[in-house]
Structures are given as structure tokens and as C-alpha cells.
């Protein structure tokens, strides 16, 4: 299926500075909930992540993310995630998060 570029234009992809990452107990499979700064304009926002696999909460404080920052909250179990932190799956499945490649300004979108 292929989709007109303005459709890919109305997901809003933003970098992020992971600042804060917790323990999940209450998620169904292993998770973090991560705080991410997405600048001045967007702010200070919250998800959850399974990725205690490939991270600790300790090496994901200061790690620049990219999320999708549109779509709408969604209640997770107790916790309700405001954006999607974006990954890929490695070898065995579990997710690698997508960052760039060097610092950037927080909130800066994808193009």
C-alpha cells in the first residue's frame, strides 16, 4: 500500500531527551516509563517503552529519542502514554531505539 506524502506529513516525529526513566511494574510485559523534553514548544512529555532488554534506566537518561508526538494519549495500564517513542527490532526481536546519529536541538521533527 503505498500513501500521498501529505498523509506521511501529518505524522508529527519529534527528537526527544529522555530525562527521567522508572520501573513499569504494573505493565503486562517489562517496561520503563520514560519523560522525555521535546523543547520549548512541545515540552515535557510521558511514555512507556519495552525496552528493559536493551537498556538500563540509568544509560537512557540523556539519550536523544525520536517519538511520534500526535497521536492521541493512551491509557496503559495505571500510566497514560503521551507519545510513541520509536524503535526497530533486533536480532531476537526486542526493541532498539531510533536517535540521531549526533545532538540536536530537542524538538527538532523529521524530515
Known amino acids: 500500500m503505498t500513501i500521498a506524502f501529505d498523509d506521511f506529513l501529518k505524522v508529527d516525529i519529534r527528537v526527544g ?22 523543547g520549548e514548544k512541545i515540552g515535557r512529555k510521558k511514555t512507556s517503552a519495552q525496552i528493559t532488554k536493551n537498556y538500563t534506566k540509568e544509560e537512557l537518561i540523556g539519550k536523544q ?21 520509536l524503535g526497530v527490532p533486533d536480532e531476537n526481536g ?3 531505539l531510533l536517535h540521531p546519529s549526533q545532538t540536536v536541538p530537542n524538538g527538532g521533527r523529521l524530515y
Open 94 to 96: 526486542e526493541v532498539v
Open 65 to 85: 529519542v525520536m517519538a511520534v508526538v500526535n497521536f492521541e494519549s493512551r491509557q496503559i495500564g495505571p500510566f497514560m502514554s503521551e507519545v510513541l517513542t
Open 17 to 38: 531527551t529522555i530525562v527521567e526513566a522508572q520501573d513499569f511494574p504494573e505493565a503486562r510485559k517489562p517496561a520503563y516509563k520514560l519523560f522525555i523534553d521535546f
